[in-house]
């Protein structure tokens, strides 16, 4: 995968592994440049009605063409602090699941936190 999250500029190029198993909505996206290691998820495994709407530019940057909808996916960061989870809503990573590329955004909305606690809900 190749994508930058804000902070880490200077990382670049990632793999997605499942080191939980394929039924778990966590992902490990590790770095290959640098010792660099995000837990993602899915946020729709967190908060069921997650909805933003993504700018132009940032959809452009990503895809070409029309079709895009069928190969967009949304991840989020999580982090791990006191025996608590919390994932950052406010900035999603998008990923076209084609190319495997990404970019992070932050949304405009402030619907949404970057330190939120949650509890993984089952997927419907």
Do not use: W
């Not at 670049?12 to 499942?18: A, F, S, T």
């Not at 990923?95 to 606690?117: A, H, K, M």
């Amino acid at each position: 995968m190749k994508g930058k999250i804000i902070g880490f500029e200077e990382c670049m190029y990632y793999v997605m592994e499942n080191p939980v198993g394929e039924g778990s909505p966590f992902r490990l996206l590790s770095c290959t440049e640098a010792p660099v290691n995000f837990v993602v998820v899915n946020p729709y495994h967190v908060v069921e009605d997650y909805s933003f709407e993504i700018e132009d530019s940032v959809l452009n940057g990503l895809f070409q063409g029309d079709n895009y909808m069928e190969d967009i996916a949304v991840l989020c960061v999580v982090r791990a602090d006191d025996n608590s989870l919390y994932v950052n809503l406010r900035s999603p990573l998008i990923v076209n699941t084609r190319t495997g590329t990404f970019v992070q955004t932050i949304l405009p909305n402030e619907t949404y936190g970057v330190s939120v606690p949650f509890t993984v809900r089952k997927a419907v």
